[in-house]
């Protein structure tokens, strides 16, 4: 399935292409203040529609993960980093899809924290 995404003032736009069903609620320092539901997919399913250069990069720590935001109305609509086999991942914000039913999803606790 396809989904779009954006932030919330259409600065920035992406589709994703996968099968949405299980999401992580991680309690790291930044995902407890940022309140997003991770979804994770390889990093070439997800197409920006918009210029990658419209988005603001944080990255923390051992820079592992660039959270990607919006530099004018501050939604982060997803992360990249690369994976244990070093494949490039997204972690695509669910609460950044159109018309997802965030009930319906599994949601995973993950102890970010510890990591
Ligand atoms: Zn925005």
Known sequence: ??????????RIAFEVEGELAQVMDCNCSICTRMGSLHWFV??????????EDQLATYAFGKQRI????????????????????????????ARCLEGVDLQSLDVRPVDGRSF
Do not use: K, W
């Open 66 to 93: 660039q959270h990607r935001f919006c530099p004018v109305c501050g939604i982060h609509p997803y992360g990249e980093g690369v994976d244990p086999a070093g494949n490039r991942m997204a972690a695509v914000n």
């Open 1 to 10: 399935m396809r989904y779009q995404g954006s932030c919330h003032c259409g």
């Open 42 to 51: 390889p990093r070439d399913r997800l197409r920006l529609s918009t210029p």
